[in-house]
Every structure is written in C-alpha cells, then in structure tokens.
C-alpha cells in the first residue's frame, strides 16, 4: 500500500536492522549541519589533572515504541560534545562510562557534519567510546573518598532512557556525588538517568526531591511521531516519573533553556547545549579555584 507519508517526507527511515530514525522532515526541524558552539577562552583554566569529570552514556540503540517499532537512537551528538568542549577547554579531563563497558551508542542520524570543532572532538574520543570504562568496575573497585571526579555528566537522547534509569550502579553513583557534594551535569533527556537514584527508595528519599531543573518537555515527546521524528508513541515518559519523585521541571517549551539549583545543572535541548557547557565549565572552575 503506498505511503503517503513518504511522500511529504514524515515516514521515519527504516534502518538495516529493522529499526526506525527520523524522518527526512524530522531531520530537517531538528538536527542542524553546525552546532552553537561559541569558542571561549577561559581565562583561568584548570591546570592539573585531577578532579575531572565522570561521564555517563548509553550502551543501548533501540527503543521500542508502543506500536512494537524500534526506534534507532542513543545519545545525541550535540548534547554530549558541545559541552565536551567546554569542559575541555576550561581543563578537565573526561572519562567516558557506559553501565558495563560496551561501547557507546551515538545518534549519528544527529552529527553535526559541518562543525568542525564537534568532529575534531569525535574523532579524539572515538577510541574511548568505542572501549569505554565499566561504571560496574568503579561502582566496585573505586567510588570512595579519593575518587578523581568533581562531576558527573549525563548527556542526552533519548538512549538516555534505555538501561540507565533502572541502573542500580548509577544510582549508586547519583546518590555518591550529591552525598560527596558533587556537580551533578545534565542535558535534554538526561535527567532521566535521575530516576535511578530512587530505585527501590520512598519518593521521600529521592535525593533530588524538591530541586529544580529544565529537561526535554513530554508534551514534545508525544507530538514527535507526528511528523516522523519517532515512529510510535513513545512507551514511557520520563517527565511524568521525575516529577513523580519530587523533581519540579520549571520549562514548557525546548527553546535552549539551562538551570543551575545548588550543584545540579541542567539544559533542555541541543539548543541548550552551548550555554549548558558554559555553565558548567564555569561551576567546576569556581570549586577548584575557592
């Protein structure tokens, strides 16, 4: 039967394992061939080499709609390097985690092809997604008092929602860095990830209950399928479970947004992404400068 949805460009890709990505007219509203990076020069950049920063990404690509089809995803491109490259900037070092060590996965349907500094950036770290550290093993080996780390950062996609918010060693590791007074950094569909540190706990126990934050609006997530971003409705919410758990998501719209409330820092799209990195460049060199 024909598809009229291929012929206005809202039939989302069918990729080679079956699996979906956005449609052409999805592509065309929400990726971009550059990013918002603005180079800046940190005045007074961290010169040592340690604390640095834990990052967290998905190992997992497919995300099953309601309707049974897969959607190809991970995390998205721009939210995980242009805030990369701020933090690199203002001298801190990343480590890159998945919850068992398997590579990352990146929407690449999403990759900024004409950015020049996002690819440098790819290409730096691709080794490291490729073979990147097991959260497990330091979950076991090495969350203590003399960890490296200052800050964790959870980048978006909607990969974000796949294996990580059920997590028991992120949530381990969530509950850690607020206990030890840590940066906690995250963008879009990130603060999903949020939910693993209430695994098992009252809602009244959820260490970020009543903190403030901006993230990827629900509303969005459900208009997406519309014009081929997603090829079903999405199976869960993530809004609707942080809110459930105390959290107050203060924006309505994805229109580059950021938040800081005490040492959680958030952004609500790749939009955000630049001032997002900015923010959290500038928090991690105010800790290490008092």
Not at 13 to 28: C, M, Q, T
Not at 144 to 163: K, W
Request: contains cysteine; hydrophobic residues 40%; glycine residues 8%.
């Amino acid at each position: 039967m024909f598809d009229i949805r291929k012929l206005f460009g809202i039939a989302p890709k069918i990729e080679n394992d079956g699996s979906f990505s956005p449609s052409p007219v999805a592509l065309r509203l929400a990726t971009k061939s550059k990013t918002n990076y603005d180079h800046k020069v940190y005045p007074n950049p961290y010169k040592g080499s340690q604390p640095k920063v834990l990052m967290v990404c998905c190992e997992e690509s497919n995300m099953t709609m309601k309707n049974g089809k897969r959607f190809f995803t991970g995390n998205h491109p721009v939210e995980m390097f242009v805030p990369m490259l701020h933090l690199e900037q203002a001298g801190f070092e990343i480590d890159i985690y998945t919850p068992t060590g398997k590579p990352a996965e990146i929407e690449m349907w999403a990759m900024p092809q004409e950015d020049d500094a996002v690819n440098a950036l790819y290409q730096k770290h691709n080794a490291n997604f490729e073979n990147p550290h097991s959260l497990s093993d330091f979950v076991t080996n090495s969350m203590n008092d003399e960890s490296p780390y200052i800050a964790v950062y959870i980048p978006g996609g909607h990969g974000a929602m796949l294996g990580l918010p059920e997590n028991e060693d992120l949530g381990n590791v969530i509950r850690w860095a607020h206990a030890q007074d840590k940066y906690m950094l995250s963008i879009c569909h990130g603060p999903a990830a949020l939910l693993a540190a209430g695994l098992g706990d009252d809602k009244n126990t959820f260490v970020y209950r009543g903190y403030k934050i901006v993230a990827f609006p629900d509303s969005l997530d459900k208009m997406t399928p519309l014009f081929g971003y997603l090829p079903g409705e999405m199976p869960w919410f993530f809004g609707e479970k942080l809110l459930s758990m105390g959290l107050d998501i203060v924006n309505k719209k994805a229109d580059g947004t950021c938040h800081k409330d005490r040492k959680l820092i958030t952004g609500d799209s790749p939009g955000a992404a630049n001032q997002f990195g900015v923010m959290a460049a500038e928090a991690l060199l105010s800790t290490v400068s008092e």
